[in-house]
């Protein structure tokens, strides 16, 4: 019995050696490779860490090098990725919707291809997915298909520096038109993204926020001297409400942090997956 158990151990280790011969043989051949591809070059990460510290977990490395931002059109950067496609590789186009926060764009899915001795088969190895929010959807929706500003609803989603000028209106001989002026030039930066800083233990407050809760104590009196969690509850709580005083100094001081905002601001954010440089 001994012998027959060592003679069918003995077999077994015949049978798994010829397996491993035979899966050694089989060869794979790349019949297309991606090289790793480099992030769009007028693009900058969406996360920034101080200086001297590095990444220390694949969010924050996500967050400081494969998401991005770009100030360039839609057209340039759909244009840089598309001429880095292979033969197998897959491109999409998605319409702005309301349900998307207005964003519509493109997405890129980069596919090695190899063949072996069972046949050819693909391999996804990289991404990259471009959002850009649509202003002229977003004005249609809060205007009822008119450009004119005095018609607009939903004034929470407003830019805040033009929510605040919205409040003065009336105030020391500010008018609508005047207002409709800046309007028509700022509002679509409440469809930008906008950077954050990274730490240690938090992330900060996108740009555009940190920005109005500076100004907001330089516009609003009552405001001055608070502490900064006491500044953004009043800041969010300044949505609901028109008490709020507001000189006539302040309109001068919105006009220069929406100016402030579209410097700091990028219309396109950029989404990578996989290996980048």
Known sequence: MRFLCFVYIIALMLSASSRVTALSEIETTFI??????SY??????FGSLPSGQSADNDGTKKLTSQMRLTADSLEA?????????GPYD???????????HWQGGFRILFYNCFSNT???????VAGVTVLSKDYSSWLKAHTGGSSDFSKF??????????????KMIGQN????????????????????YYP???????????ADMEICLKYSVKAIPEWAGKTPDETQKLYFSAYGTNKIVQPGTAWGVWIECLAKMEKAGYPLYLVHEGVWK
């Open 32 to 37: 297309y490779s991606h090289p790793v591809h």
């Open 40 to 45: 769009y070059p007028k693009s900058v990460p």
């Open 77 to 85: 950067v759909a244009a840089y990725y598309r001429s880095l496609m």
């Open 90 to 100: 897959e491109y999409e186009e998605f319409q702005p919707n309301p349900a998307n």
């Open 118 to 124: 069972y046949g050819a088969d693909i391999v996804n």
């Open 153 to 166: 609803t939903g004034d929470i989603s407003l830019p805040f520096p033009l929510l605040m000028m919205k």
């Open 173 to 192: 001989g500010h008018t609508m038109e005047e207002f409709q002026k800046y309007a028509e030039k700022f509002a679509r930066l409440a469809l930008w």
């Open 196 to 206: 954050v800083k990274l730490d240690a233990s938090f992330v900060s407050l996108p």
